[in-house]
């Protein structure tokens, strides 16, 4: 069975990448995403039809369970896939941040940088991609100054 979910091409690359790097989607084994999957796939209601695939879809593989049968247990509710989808959000924060914060105060410009996790994490060098990266690093970047600013504010 497959699961299809909508994310934004660099996050579609980023997650393929980081799993099987292929399509359909195969999760690593034990890994928070296929932990998911386990705990919130179900039975479908009377008369679900099956998503089908398409663009700006990503493929993932339903893997089997030792607990669940996944040829029964294959629906994903809407909060449920909300959630798998945050999870695959917050992931790539994390891994960003990690991978640009460290360097950040060593360039002036991080357009280099950026492509270098890019290429580094398996998604295509484009603009579109590098604008959207870019805009999220930012915006994590300005959260992380203002609670310093915060907390440096209130040590004294």
């Not at 995403?33 to 998503?51: C, D, I």
């Not at 030792?66 to 040829?71: F, I, L, Q, Y």
């Not at 994490?121 to 100054?145: C, F, P, S, V």
Request: net charge positive; glycine share 6%.
């Amino acid at each position: 069975m497959i699961l299809y979910i909508e994310l934004e091409d660099y996050l579609a690359q980023w997650f393929r990448h980081e799993h099987s790097g292929t399509e359909p989607v195969r999760l690593i084994r034990g890994s928070i995403e296929s932990s998911l999957l386990e705990q919130f796939l179900q039975s479908p209601p009377a008369g679900y039809v099956p998503e089908l695939g398409g663009e700006g879809k990503l493929a993932v593989e339903i893997p089997n369970f030792r607990n669940k049968d996944t040829r029964s247990n294959y629906y994903l509710p809407p909060k449920a896939r909300e959630a798998f989808v945050a999870c695959i959000r917050n992931r790539f924060d994390i891994c960003m941040w990690q991978s640009l914060h460290r360097f950040a105060s060593l360039f002036k410009r991080q357009d280099n940088l950026i492509y270098a996790f890019m290429e580094k994490h398996g998604i295509e060098l484009t603009e579109k991609n590098w604008n959207a990266i870019a805009k999220r690093y930012q915006r994590k970047r300005d959260i992380y100054m203002r609670m310093r600013r915060r907390q440096k504010g209130s040590i004294k």
